[in-house]
C-alpha cells in the first residue's frame, strides 16, 4: 500500500474517471493469425452506465468449431456481419479519451494493437487497466483462489453472468471492477494513478521516487531525466509536467527501458513552453543536442536516408546520409531508400549500374542489364549524354515535383504485369511505387514549407486565447500565446522581433532538420489554424504526387485485402 498523497497530488479521481470496459470475441488466441468477431463495451463514469457498444464481426475466415461451441457464434451469424475495417474506427470513436479495461487486458488490447497497425489507424496508447492483474492484487488466495470472469463475477455479485460473449462479459466485467475499486478504496486509492502505483508492478523505489516531480509546474513543456552523474537519460513533453512525470512512478509505465531509466534518475529538469509545438521542437533539439541513451531517436542521429543524383557526366543514383539540392528524401531506413532509388530508376530510365562513366569516348562493354532493357548503356557509347539527358531530367523533374509522367510509366508497368499473372513482380513493384510516391510528397510538402523566409501562423488555445509561431525556412523562431482579451496583433509583433535568426543551408529543406519540419508541418495542418502572414505564399506542388495520394489508397487497399496488384 502506498502512502496517502496530498489534495494536489490526486489527480483525476477514479469517481470522475470514464472507463470503456471491453470484451471480444475471436476465432483463436493469436493477434497475428486469428480475427475478431466480436465487440461488445460499456462505457462507465462514477458507477453510472453512459452507454454500450456492441456489433459482430466479420471475421473474414472460418470459425472453428471449438469457438463455436464456446461462443455460440456462427459463420452464419457474422456473415453478414460488418468487417472490421468498418468497426474498428467506430469502437476507437466509443473509446476515445476513455480508460480501457479488460478482463486479461493484454489478450483483448492485443488484438485491437494488431487491428490498427494492419489497417493503418495509429494507436492511441490509452492507460489500461487489467482487472484480472487488479485483482490479484486485491483479493487473497483465499478469497479468490481463481481470477477467472466467471469466478470473481460470482464472488462480487454481478447483475450479468459472463457467457463468452463480448456484451455480456463486458457487462459482468463493469461489476467485477466496481467490486475491486470499492475494496482499493477502502485502503486510501482514490484517484487513477494511485490506482496505477497501486498495481503490484510499481516497486517501493519506484514509489519513493514520485517526489522527483514535485517541484514540476502544471504547465506544458519539456522533461529531462537526469543521472547521477548529471547526463541526461531522457527527454520528453508534456501538456502538463507534473502529471506526467508523476506517470513514470506508476503500473503505467511498462516498458523495461523506461523503469531502468527511472531508477538511475536522481532529478528531473524542466523547460516551460508557450504551447504543444514549442514544446515538440523544443524535445528534437535537445535530443539532438544531449543523445539521451534512454530516448529511442538518440540511436538513429542522421536524417533519414537521402536518394541523390552523383555529379558526373552520365549521373547515377546514390544513397547518402545528408540532403542535398535536387536529393529525394528523407527516408527512415536505408531498405525504403532502396525501394524508392529502384523504382526512381524503373520510371526514368536512369542508369542502375555504379559504374564511372567518362564524358569521352565511352567504351565499355554493356552488362546485362543493357540486354534486359533496363539500361541505355552510355557506358558503350550507345547512348550520348544529349540523349541521357533526359533521364536525369526525369528524375529533377519528378522529384520538385513539376511532372509525374515517370509515374504513370510505372503504372503502365503494373497494369501490364497484372495482365500476364506476373504478381510477384507486380507486388514487388507495386509496394516500391507506393515508397517513392509517399516520399515524393512528403518530400514536396516538407520543401515548400522550408522555402518559406517567414511565416507567422495562430491557432485558438480552447479558451478564447491564441497560440502563435513564427517559422522561418521550416525552422520554429519563435512561439507565444495571447491569452483571452490580450490583443493579439502586439503580442505576434513581438515575438517577430524577438525571434531567432535563421541561416540557411544546403538540400531541399534548406538545412533545417527533417524531423523539426515535420512537426511543424503537422501543427499547421491541424484544424483551425490560420496564417497571419507569410514573406512570400505558401503553395504545394497539388499536381505532381499529392495527385497519386488516391492511387496509394486503392494500392494499400490491395495490400491489406488480396496481397498483390489486380487480382
Keep these: 500500500m502506498t ?58 475466415r472460418g470459425i472453428p468449431p471449438e469457438v463455436v461451441a464456446l461462443t455460440g457464434i456462427t459463420e452464419v451469424m457474422v456473415s453478414s456481419a460488418p468487417r472490421l475495417d468498418t468497426v474498428l474506427p467506430a469502437f476507437l470513436e466509443f473509446a476515445a479519451g476513455s480508460v480501457l479495461v479488460a ?22 496508447k ?36 459472463p457467457i463468452h460473449r463480448a456484451l455480456a462479459d463486458a457487462r459482468a466485467t463493469v461489476d467485477v471492477l466496481h467490486g475491486l475499486l470499492e475494496r482499493v478504496g477502502s485502503l486510501g486509492v482514490q484517484s487513477l494513478e494511485e490506482l496505477l502505483g497501486y498495481l503490484p508492478e510499481v516497486t ?41 512525470v508523476r506517470q513514470y512512478f506508476t503500473a503505467g509505465e511498462t516498458r523495461r527501458r523506461l523503469r531502468e531509466m527511472v531508477a538511475l534518475a536522481v532529478r528531473v529538469d524542466h523547460v516551460t513552453c508557450a504551447h504543444s509545438l514549442e514544446a515538440e521542437v523544443r524535445e528534437l533539439r535537445l535530443i539532438s543536442a544531449h543523445k539521451p541513451a534512454y530516448n529511442r531517436r538518440s540511436k538513429n542521429p542522421h536524417n533519414g536516408w537521402w536518394v541523390a543524383l552523383t555529379d558526373e557526366p552520365f549521373p547515377r543514383l546514390s544513397l547518402v546520409r545528408g540532403p542535398r539540392d535536387g536529393a529525394l528524401g528523407p527516408l527512415r531506413s536505408r531498405a525504403l531508400a532502396e525501394d524508392a532509388m529502384h523504382a526512381l530508376q524503373q520510371a526514368t530510365g536512369i542508369r542502375p549500374c555504379t559504374v564511372r562513366i567518362p564524358a569521352r569516348s565511352p567504351s565499355a562493354t554493356p552488362c546485362a542489364l543493357a540486354e534486359l532493357g533496363r539500361c541505355g548503356a552510355p557506358c558503350s557509347g550507345a547512348q550520348t549524354a544529349a540523349q541521357y539527358a533526359p533521364a536525369v531530367a526525369g528524375v529533377t523533374g519528378l522529384v520538385a515535383g513539376a511532372l509525374t509522367d515517370p509515374l504513370r510509366l510505372l503504372e503502365t508497368r503494373l497494369l501490364d504485369l497484372s495482365a500476364a499473372q506476373r504478381y510477384e513482380e507486380a507486388r514487388t513493384d507495386r509496394d516500391r511505387m507506393s515508397t517513392l510516391i509517399r516520399a515524393l510528397d512528403r518530400g514536396q510538402r516538407l520543401a515548400a514549407l522550408a522555402r518559406i523566409a517567414e511565416l507567422v501562423a495562430a491557432r485558438p488555445d480552447g479558451a478564447g486565447g491564441w497560440e502563435f509561431a513564427v517559422v522561418r525556412h521550416g525552422r520554429l523562431a519563435s512561439a507565444g500565446v495571447a491569452q483571452r482579451g490580450v490583443p493579439p496583433m502586439p503580442v505576434v509583433e513581438q515575438l517577430v522581433a524577438s525571434a531567432e535568426t535563421v541561416f540557411t543551408g544546403d538540400g531541399p529543406l534548406h ?54 496488384w489486380g487480382k
Design 511 to 564: 538545412g533545417a532538420p527533417p524531423e523539426e519540419v515535420a512537426v511543424i508541418l503537422r501543427w499547421l495542418d491541424r484544424p483551425g489554424t490560420r496564417l497571419v502572414r507569410t514573406s512570400t505564399p505558401w503553395s504545394e506542388p497539388a499536381y505532381a504526387a499529392a495527385s497519386w495520394r488516391h492511387w496509394l489508397e486503392r494500392a494499400d487497399h490491395a495490400r491489406s485485402r488480396l496481397g498483390h
Design 103 to 124: 478482463h486479461n487486458a493484454g489478450f483483448d488490447v492485443g488484438f485491437v494493437k494488431a487491428a490498427c497497425a494492419r489497417l493503418g489507424y495509429p494507436w492511441p
Design 204 to 244: 517501493d523505489a519506484q514509489r519513493r521516487k514520485r517526489t522527483l516531480a514535485e517541484d514540476l509546474p502544471h504547465e506544458p513543456g519539456v522533461y529531462l531525466f537526469r543521472g547521477p552523474s548529471e547526463e541526461v537519460l531522457y527527454v520528453g513533453t508534456a501538456v502538463d509536467l507534473r502529471r506526467r
Design 126 to 161: 490509452p492507460t489500461v487497466v487489467c482487472t484480472v492483474k487488479l485483482g490479484r492484487r486485491v483479493l487473497s488466495r483465499e478469497e479468490a483462489p481463481s481470477c477467472r470472469l466467471s469466478a470473481l463475477a460470482t464472488l462480487f455479485r454481478a447483475e450479468t453472468v
Design 3 to 60: 502512502g496517502q498523497l496530498t489534495f494536489d497530488e490526486l489527480g483525476t479521481p477514479l469517481r470522475e474517471t470514464t472507463f470503456v470496459v471491453f470484451d471480444l470475441e475471436t476465432t483463436g488466441g493469436s493477434h497475428e493469425t486469428d480475427a475478431i468477431t466480436e465487440f461488445g463495451a460499456v462505457k462507465v463514469r462514477g458507477g453510472e452506465v453512459l452507454g454500450e457498444f456492441a456489433t459482430l464481426v466479420d471475421p473474414e
